[in-house]
């Protein structure tokens, strides 16, 4: 263990005493505009209705993550498939060894939509090529891990060897598939508290093979660099709750670091009775937890991260509870419930509602029972249903506003969101799109929100609290 630590070290504090040069150089595309990404997760070509990569709105964006690749290792707590997809894909590969998991969707589905007529693979890399050829000033990020594909980091971060091995197949995988510019570490979580459980006896170690792991692959894209005379962004998805902010050396972490993606919300949801906002911008007084974007910014600033390192994440969807008791237009969070709705979006995940299910079937028809409800203490979307007591908190064109002018205020990096094919007619890209690029934009009403489809023009039908000053 010793000479393993003292190697690594010196690894690490030679490429974080350069940190400073290299945080100067360009980026893959320089641009001094906030960074506004959007998740493209591989297996949306699967539903019947979807978003094709070549069909999102480049123009108004700057990143496209796409979502997820993989690393090969031990995923004994994901689902039967994953297991079996995982097996065979790295079937006689070395613990490390970095994927695409879903390579039928990645590089042989055809798909409409444009490909690009200048590489050999379709499927989603074939638009995704196109797309960059359409918009060379676009960023597409090759994001590894999430929450069921993060099991085999605790493996890898074990060995230098196993290390190398990751960071050598990343810059392969970077090669071979060159509209990437470069690449986000999603692990949940160095320290524990993934899928999978591991970690929380090892959170030390854990710490120091994050760091670790992220220098490695750092000297890896400068050798790609120097090779194809390229920039490669370094990201990280991470969580700024206080269970998960120790597990990281942000000291170290922070100058490998283009971007820090922080995934701001899901703060409640159906694994809980508690009820409330999932993704506020503010707390209040009834704020479960205290838990918000906007006191998870300042941790991270709070750690040494600069605010324009900081992109905060933005759910286009929203979660849902039954059962909710004692619910009022002037106390929308920190209620009980018997649980999360026992329906939704996705069969597989109950109570979990795209913004685009939200905004045709329940915002756009009102006999369905629901009325919209906006919290401007917390600046958040509720939608509530008093005869079935059916609440969904989501975020909206007016919620989405309220965070594009805290990233001006406050002169952060950007936001992001979870994820493309889940918006409506554009109405979220829409809203940060003019958030970010007007001096101040419009709060939106209620029977503005959704454009077309308002829920009705009747104040009687939708309510908000008063800011407080």
């Given at each position: 263990?010793?000479?393993?630590?003292?190697?690594?070290?010196?690894?690490?504090?030679?490429?974080?005493?350069?940190?400073?040069?290299?945080?100067?150089?360009?980026?893959?595309?320089?641009?001094?505009?906030?960074?506004?990404?959007?998740?493209?997760?591989?297996?949306?070509?699967?539903?019947?209705?979807?978003?094709?990569?070549?069909?999102?709105?480049?123009?108004?964006?700057?990143?496209?993550?796409?979502?997820?690749?993989?690393?090969?290792?031990?995923?004994?707590?994901?689902?039967?498939?994953?297991?079996?997809?995982?097996?065979?894909?790295?079937?006689?590969?070395?613990?490390?060894?970095?994927?695409?998991?879903?390579?039928?969707?990645?590089?042989?589905?055809?798909?409409?939509?444009?490909?690009?007529?200048?590489?050999?693979?379709?499927?989603?890399?074939?638009?995704?090529?196109?797309?960059?050829?359409?918009?060379?000033?676009?960023?597409?990020?090759?994001?590894?891990?999430?929450?069921?594909?993060?099991?085999?980091?605790?493996?890898?971060?074990?060995?230098?060897?196993?290390?190398?091995?990751?960071?050598?197949?990343?810059?392969?995988?970077?090669?071979?598939?060159?509209?990437?510019?470069?690449?986000?570490?999603?692990?949940?979580?160095?320290?524990?508290?993934?899928?999978?459980?591991?970690?929380?006896?090892?959170?030390?170690?854990?710490?120091q093979g994050f760091t670790q792991l992220l220098a490695t692959l750092k000297q890896e894209l400068r050798y790609?660099?120097?090779?194809?005379?390229?920039?490669?962004?370094?990201?990280?998805?991470?969580?700024?709750?206080?269970?998960?902010?120790?597990?990281?050396?942000?000291?170290?972490?922070?100058?490998?670091?283009?971007?820090?993606?922080?995934?701001?919300?899901?703060?409640?949801?159906?694994?809980?009775?508690?009820?409330?906002?999932?993704?506020?911008?503010?707390?209040?007084?009834?704020?479960?937890?205290?838990?918000?974007?906007?006191?998870?910014?300042?941790?991270?600033?709070?750690?040494?991260?600069?605010?324009?390192?900081?992109?905060?994440?933005?759910?286009?969807?929203?979660?849902?509870?039954?059962?909710?008791?004692?619910?009022?237009?002037?106390?929308?969070?920190?209620?009980?419930?018997?649980?999360?709705?026992?329906?939704?979006?996705?069969?597989?995940?109950?109570?979990?509602?795209?913004?685009?299910?939200?905004?045709?079937?329940?915002?756009?028809?009102?006999?369905?029972?629901?009325?919209?409800?906006?919290?401007?203490?917390?600046?958040?979307?509720?939608?509530?249903?008093?005869?079935?007591?059916?609440?969904?908190?989501?975020?909206?064109?007016?919620?989405?506003?309220?965070?594009?002018?805290?990233?001006?205020?406050?002169?952060?990096?950007?936001?992001?969101?979870?994820?493309?094919?889940?918006?409506?007619?554009?109405?979220?890209?829409?809203?940060?799109?003019?958030?970010?690029?007007?001096?101040?934009?419009?709060?939106?009403?209620?029977?503005?929100?959704?454009?077309?489809?308002?829920?009705?023009?009747?104040?009687?039908?939708?309510?908000?609290?008063?800011?407080?000053?």
């Open positions: 263990m010793a000479p393993r630590t003292t190697h690594w070290s010196s690894c690490c504090a030679a490429l974080l005493a350069t940190s400073t040069l290299f945080s100067g150089m360009a980026l893959s595309h320089p641009t001094d505009e906030p960074v506004v990404a959007l998740y493209y997760p591989d297996w949306k070509i699967y539903n019947k209705q979807y978003i094709t990569p070549s069909q999102l709105p480049a123009d108004k964006i700057t990143h496209v993550i796409y979502a997820f690749l993989a690393v090969c290792g031990p995923v004994t707590a994901s689902p039967d498939n994953v297991q079996r997809i995982m097996a065979q894909a790295c079937q006689n590969k070395p613990t490390g060894t970095a994927i695409v998991f879903d390579n039928f969707a990645a590089t042989q589905k055809s798909l409409p939509g444009k490909t690009s007529e200048n590489v050999s693979y379709l499927g989603n890399f074939g638009q995704l090529k196109y797309l960059t050829e359409q918009h060379p000033t676009l960023n597409i990020l090759a994001s590894f891990g999430g929450w069921t594909l993060s099991e085999p980091f605790h493996s890898v971060i074990q060995s230098k060897e196993t290390q190398d091995v990751f960071a050598r197949s990343v810059r392969a995988l970077l090669e071979k598939y060159d509209f990437f510019t470069g690449v986000q570490i999603d692990w949940e979580y160095p320290g524990g508290h993934g899928l999978a459980g591991i970690g929380l006896d090892n959170r030390e170690q854990e710490k790609l660099e120097n090779k194809t005379q390229r920039h490669y962004e370094l990201s990280a998805a991470v969580n700024a709750s206080p269970k998960f902010t120790g597990s990281i050396d942000w000291p170290a972490v922070t100058p490998l670091l283009n971007h820090v993606f922080l995934m701001s919300y899901d703060y409640l949801g159906n694994w809980s009775n508690t009820v409330g906002h999932h993704s506020n911008l503010y707390a209040t007084p009834a704020t479960p937890d205290g838990l918000s974007v906007s006191g998870q910014v300042q941790s991270l600033i709070q750690q040494g991260i600069r605010p324009d390192q900081i992109i905060i994440g933005s759910p286009f969807y929203g979660r849902g509870w039954q059962g909710v008791k004692h619910f009022t237009p002037e106390r929308m969070e920190g209620l009980d419930s018997e649980g999360g709705i026992q329906k939704g979006s996705n069969l597989d995940e109950p109570g979990y509602f795209t913004y685009s299910d939200i905004a045709e079937h329940f915002l756009a028809k009102p006999q369905l029972g629901f009325t919209y409800y906006y919290d401007q203490n917390a600046e958040a979307a509720v939608l509530f249903n008093p005869q079935r007591n059916e609440y969904i908190s989501f975020e909206d064109t007016r919620s989405l506003t309220a965070k594009a002018h805290y990233i001006r205020e406050h002169q952060l990096g950007g936001i992001f969101a979870w994820e493309a094919t889940a918006d409506y007619q554009q109405q979220l890209v829409n809203a940060i799109h003019a958030g970010l690029n007007t001096t101040k934009s419009p709060m939106l009403t209620p029977s503005q929100t959704v454009e077309n489809t308002a829920i009705s023009p009747h104040s009687t039908n939708t309510y908000s609290t008063e800011k407080k000053k």
